[in-house]
């Protein structure tokens, strides 16, 4: 009895060491997947508001592009003269500003399998949300190029240099804008763009190219308002 008895009281021993190994292990990995998933949260959210700074810079920067094809299209209608205005209206009408969200620290919960983290059901739903529109909206974020074509191959490069140089759209690092501002450009022969703008007006095919980019600037000014609403619907979502 008494060998048995030992022998029971190892076994238990064993037992009880097992039971509070396998405790320990998980108190370990909760530990972890806790540290893990506040990185996950807090990188994610910080991709979010980055996405959503871009996105309404975008939202600006578009709008005053569109009022510069607006003008454009306007003043084809009209027997006005070519002035300083056409040709800034013609050139910024062409800008474009490339953009695209963060989607690393997405892909990089999908892969991993760490996607169990978010534990919260309306974060999961919000983020799957966010980022298949994001994905799916991308193309249409950034113009078509045929406008830009014709009308950076109609005004001459010294000038297209000049209005670079003295009225960027955007800073040096090309992230934050900086408007459209005035501009008043040294030495352009008036002469010179009068002869290389006015066939533009009774140029069918130049006026259609120009009203599908005034319309697809309104497509994209509606996507990227779209991708706002889905990062406050995120962001909504994260525990303060």
């Not at 292990?25 to 807090?42: F, P």
């Amino acid at each position: 009895m008494n060998k048995r008895g030992k022998v029971a009281g190892e076994f238990v021993l064993i037992i009880i060491g097992v039971f509070i190994a396998l405790m320990l292990e998980s108190m370990m990995s909760e530990r972890n997947d806790g540290a893990l998933r506040t990185e996950y949260l807090s990188r994610i959210k910080a991709d979010i508001v980055t996405d959503k700074q871009t996105f309404e810079y975008r939202i600006g920067f578009f709008a005053a592009v569109q009022q510069y094809s607006q003008d454009l299209l306007d003043w084809l209608q009209t027997d006005a003269p070519v002035d300083q205005s056409v040709l800034l209206a013609a050139f910024y009408a062409a800008e474009i500003w490339p953009s695209a969200p963060n989607f690393s620290t997405y892909q990089d919960l999908q892969s991993t399998g760490n996607f169990r983290l978010i534990d919260s059901i309306d974060l999961r739903t919000s983020l799957f949300q966010y980022y298949i529109k994001a994905d799916t909206s991308r193309p249409g974020w950034n113009p078509s190029d045929e406008y830009r074509k014709i009308i950076r191959g109609t005004i001459p490069s010294e000038v297209q240099a000049q209005i670079r140089e003295a009225c960027p759209t955007t800073d040096s690092d090309n992230v934050v804008p900086t408007g459209f501002p005035p501009c008043d450009l040294q030495n352009v022969d008036v002469e010179r763009m009068t002869a290389l703008f006015a066939p533009l007006r009774n140029d069918t095919a130049f006026q259609r190219v120009l009203t599908y980019r005034h319309s697809e600037l309104g497509v994209m000014l509606g996507l990227y308002r779209q991708q706002v609403a889905f990062a406050d619907d995120v962001l909504a979502n994260f525990e303060d």
